[in-house]
DNA sequence: ATTCATATGTTAGTTTTTATAACATTGAAT
DNA sequence: ATTCAATGTTATAAAAACTAACATATGAAT
């Protein structure tokens, strides 16, 4: 289980995140809108944001507090690409592109964990 | 920002805790009332767990399945204790003590930094 | 100065989640 | 058969979060 695995489970109510980033809710769901963040949702429909989620959000307030308007932000988060290895290939996506397809996996394990690997001692799936 | 310490922060909302841990809310306020987690509250009460209370959950349900009762994982969990280093002792306590009062400071500083430490970037706070 | 768009606030109404508390069930031990 | 421990189930209430709509402030462009 890797490490950028674990920053892309989705674990955090947005009450959290608000106080761990001092957004408003507002400002959370309008970046949201933005595709600049791509929060998992519950089965009834509520976010659940990861670590990845956080980092994004708190660059965001960075680059807003430097004057950057949302254009820009688009801008440099499309801008930051990282590698996605797949079985075949090493596509090079988006910050937030590479998240989202994370976090999709990360659902599929817990999905799977919450069904099959019943015996399983998460600690080692989470040793932060 | 000490790792322990951030294990010791309350992020995850049962719905997740049910999920990562394969308990039933039932299951976890029952191992509440008996204080083997002292998960922390919101402000509207709703119970806001750690990651060191994720790991005591999974032992939990370790012991039980292993036929350990609770009176068992009870002695267990007082059984294992960790040291705690105050400004002028080092003091001796058990687990759920300790993951009690590191929960109390987590959430100080959480409080702080809600007010006043509004430039920090939280992924040093947060790097898992 | 007016207009316009962007970013965010606010409010209303609804749904989901969680809480507590009480009562029910199950299995093991006496 | 009774008792107790652990968990299930249900009812009811409260909190949190959702969407959508409308309001407002700020700065840029005309």
Same mark, same amino acid.
């Given at each position: 289980?890797?490490?950028?695995?674990?920053?892309?489970?989705?674990?955090?109510?947005?009450?959290?995140?608000?106080?761990?980033?001092?957004? #408003?809710?507002?400002? &959370?769901?309008?970046?949201?809108?933005? $595709? /600049?963040?791509?929060?998992? *949702?519950? !089965?009834?429909?509520?976010?659940?944001?990861?670590?990845?989620?956080?980092?994004?959000?708190?660059?965001?307030?960075?680059?807003?507090?430097?004057?950057?308007?949302?254009?820009?932000?688009?801008?440099?988060?499309?801008?930051?690409?990282?590698?996605?290895? #797949?079985?075949?290939? &090493?596509?090079?996506?988006?910050?937030? $592109? /590479?998240?989202?397809?994370? *976090?999709? !996996?990360?659902?599929?394990?817990?999905?799977?964990?919450?069904?099959?690997?019943?015996?399983?001692?998460?600690?080692?799936?989470?040793?932060?």
């Amino acid at each position: 289980m890797s490490r950028e695995f674990r920053r892309a489970m989705p674990l955090l109510p947005i009450s959290m995140v608000m106080q761990l980033t001092d957004l #408003t809710a507002r400002q &959370i769901r309008y970046y949201e809108e933005h $595709e /600049l963040i791509v929060p998992a *949702r519950s !089965e009834g429909n509520r976010r659940m944001f990861s670590l990845d989620d956080i980092d994004a959000l708190l660059e965001i307030r960075e680059l807003l507090d430097q004057g950057i308007n949302m254009a820009g932000i688009k801008k440099v988060f499309a801008m930051r690409t990282k590698d996605y290895v #797949t079985n075949t290939d &090493i596509v090079r996506m988006s910050d937030t $592109e /590479l998240r989202a397809i994370l *976090r999709e !996996e990360m659902q599929q394990a817990q999905r799977m964990q919450k069904t099959s690997l019943r015996q399983g001692d998460l600690s080692r799936f989470f040793q932060f």
